[in-house]
């Protein structure tokens, strides 16, 4: 995985709370494979009229946000479905970082799996960094070693947990530190057959 | 310190420390998983296996159920590729892994959440996984159950375990009794409403008092289903006496003497009296109305005596902004009256309202009466299709006008075709209002069964008491 340090980049608003999964990518385009590429299915319905034509005043679609690497958003972003297609979506359009109050926590669970960085900041920082964007389009800067966002002459520090955060900046996989722990595994399994015997299915 | 294991617990408490495998100096620990459930949308995770050349670590703990693409009309009807290829990739990962599945032809096929449960595959004290956000249904059986991404869905599939820091503890306590027509549905939804879409972000849920303990078995399901749509990490009922006469006889719940020995460890489950929780929620049962949402949010929830908000008198601009599209989007108007909004169609089914109990509560209004809009019934399993036609309850339907059709999960999500057309507004018995849910354009009304009965009897959001009061 793609380790996270520093980014600066231009960043995207978008001023609605509750964007759910369903809306990082509705549910009709989960069939195709990964290998297609996502990004272009992100936000889809928000982003695309019925005719397939993009609608000028969606934030994402503006000259100013074009390239976007970042999202500011409001509360609850990610809420809803676990599907990581959402995560795959952002990633692949080329989003590495949403900045919000608060995270749907599978959602950020699978950001975290696939080197996106949920920031949460305080309501007023998330309104306050969106006014900033929307007025002077300026980049933002996300430094994840010493959890702060600059934009605009402004600093203000961002909330992730500590193992998460270790994880971005290594780019570590979970699978290779479990594997590490066969040893505990197979000690928890042998005193657990004992323990709650009645945990396996019968088989029928 | 509360929550150790010395200590008093709480039910969460429990469960975690009976599966705690090793924690880091950081928080994070390593939990055994006893049941992990994929299905069609679990290819990513099969991929990333194949990636890696590795094979799934625990067949015997996971099962396969084809449920998020099946098709609800199956006879006769040739099925469009791609979602047929989404059933045949499922079937190869799973017969590839030596995992048993539950398919598209099996008679136990059916809604994950409600076949796991149904085949006693569910139990106290178990922790249960899937790559669905629902998974917190299984939570009714004081199981500890999650939803997960798709990387976190391999790394089981590799290693039987996961990665989790503690989440905190919340309980909601609902006392008192129930008005007539009021059900799990009513008070899960009054929970969203009161606390937010987020109100249980980071927490572990155990619901509470003598409304909770008053329930069945089906709507505790229901219940912990919608623990998701307040945030929660999981949402969980502590086993009782209902739970061990359901689990008795599942096919796959121990038997015998061992199934007696094993109840006895789920009835040690409970929280002790002492345990502290990090939050404490109360509520009135006596005074939950039937709810409908209005809007776009699970947390967009009214009583149906009461009006559309209206969000020129919101002093909060982002909040009100918000309600503002959501009007937009569902085409309503401030301070228009509830049952003033007239409907389209009616969807009952999904994992959260498509259980027997819950086709029995439809059928109860629909009886002798004929449904104003079209609409589709999709039981929660084939075996609780079985159950239904053996009491008849399929020709209510029918003779009301209604489609009765097999088993998915259908309408809820519109995966497999079952859609809302855009702009039509539906009255259904799902978990999830968002835009777009039940199709491009879906304006989806969330309510309890007997309440979208109630709505297809008048083709409007309605009070069922009324139609109740009718019959008595």
């Avoid at chain 1, 290998?35 to 503006?62: K, V």
């Avoid at chain 2, 796991?116 to 899937?130: A, D, K, M, N, R």
Wanted: with cysteine.
């Amino acid at each position: 995985m793609q380790p996270f340090y520093r980014l600066t980049a231009t960043a995207c608003p978008l001023p609605y709370a509750n964007i759910d999964t369903d809306q990082l990518i509705p549910a009709r385009f989960m069939k195709r494979s990964r290998a297609e590429g996502y990004g272009g299915f992100l936000l889809h319905d928000m982003r695309f009229s019925d005719d397939g034509t993009e609608i000028a005043d969606f934030p994402l679609n503006r000259i100013s946000c074009r390239g976007s690497q970042i999202i500011v958003a409001r509360r609850n972003f990610g809420a809803g479905s676990s599907r990581e297609a959402a995560v795959y979506a952002l990633v692949d359009y080329g989003i590495r970082c949403v900045i919000a109050p608060s995270f749907g926590d599978i959602f950020a669970s699978n950001s975290v799996n696939n080197g996106l960085l949920p920031a949460r900041v305080d309501e007023t920082d998330a309104e306050e960094l969106m006014r900033s964007v929307e007025e002077s389009g300026a980049e933002v800067a996300v430094d994840l070693e010493k959890q702060t966002i600059s934009a605009g002459g402004n600093t203000v520090p961002f909330a992730i947990d500590p193992v998460w955060r270790l994880k971005l900046l290594n780019g570590w996989d979970d699978i290779d530190l479990t594997l590490n722990q066969a040893d505990a595994i197979a000690r928890f399994t042998a005193k657990d057959s004992i323990q709650r015997p009645w945990a396996v299915p019968r088989v029928p | 310190m509360a929550g150790s294991p010395s200590g008093p617990r709480t039910l969460f408490d429990k469960l975690w420390d009976s599966h705690a495998i090793v924690t880091r100096e950081d928080g994070q620990t390593l939990l055994w998983v006893d049941r992990h459930f994929v299905h069609e949308g679990s290819f990513h995770a099969f991929n990333k296996l194949k990636e890696r050349g590795a094979k799934v670590a625990h067949p015997e703990l996971t099962f396969g159920i084809a449920d998020h693409y099946v098709p609800t009309r199956r006879s006769g009807r040739s099925i469009d590729p791609a979602i047929q290829n989404m059933i045949d990739q499922l079937e190869h990962n799973t017969s590839e892994n030596d995992v048993m599945l539950f398919g598209l032809n099996d008679p136990r096929q059916g809604i994950v959440h409600v076949v796991g449960p149904e085949q006693g595959l569910t139990l106290p004290g178990l922790l249960i996984v899937c790559g669905d956000s629902h998974t917190s249904t299984h939570g009714a059986f004081g199981a500890w159950g999650f939803g997960i991404g798709a990387s976190e869905v391999a790394h089981v599939l590799m290693t039987q375990t996961l990665w989790q820091r503690k989440p905190k503890r919340m309980r909601i306590t609902v006392d008192g009794t129930l008005a007539p027509g009021i059900g799990a549905k009513d008070i899960a939804l009054s929970i969203v409403a009161r606390i937010g879409a987020d109100g249980a972000q980071g927490h572990a849920v155990e619901y509470a008092g003598s409304a909770i303990c008053a329930l069945s078995m089906e709507g505790r399901l229901t219940l912990c289903n919608l623990s998701i749509e307040a945030g929660a990490r999981c949402g969980m009922v502590a086993p009782d006496e209902k739970t061990i006469a359901y689990l008795r006889d599942r096919p796959f719940a121990p038997a015998g003497d061992d199934f007696e020995r094993a109840a006895e460890n789920w009835l040690r489950l409970p929280t002790d009296r002492e345990a502290e929780f990090d939050l404490e929620i109360v509520l009135d049962g006596s005074e939950i109305a039937p709810l409908v949402t209005w809007g776009v949010s699970p947390e967009d929830a009214l009583p149906i005596t009461t009006a559309v908000p209206d969000p020129a008198s919101i002093p909060d601009m982002g909040k009100a902004a918000q309600i503002r599209d959501a009007l937009t989007y569902m085409d309503l108007k401030p301070g228009q009256k509830l049952t003033d909004v007239r409907i389209d169609r009616v969807f009952i089914g999904s994992c959260t309202n498509s259980r027997i109990e819950d086709l029995r509560a439809a059928a109860e209004v629909l009886s002798g009466r004929k449904a104003k809009v079209p609409g589709l019934v999709s039981p929660g399993s084939s075996l609780v299709k079985q159950q239904a036609e053996a009491e008849g309850l399929d020709l209510i339907f029918k003779e009301a006008g209604l489609e009765w059709v097999e088993s998915g999960c259908s309408m809820c999500v519109g995966m497999n075709g079952d859609v809302v057309q855009p702009g039509e507004r539906c009255a259904s018995t799902t978990n999830r209002n968002f835009k777009g849910r039940q199709g491009p354009g879906a304006r989806t009304h969330i309510m309890s069964p007997a309440m979208v009965a109630a709505a297809a009897v008048t083709g409007q959001l309605t009070d069922v008491r009324h139609l109740i009061e009718e019959r008595t």
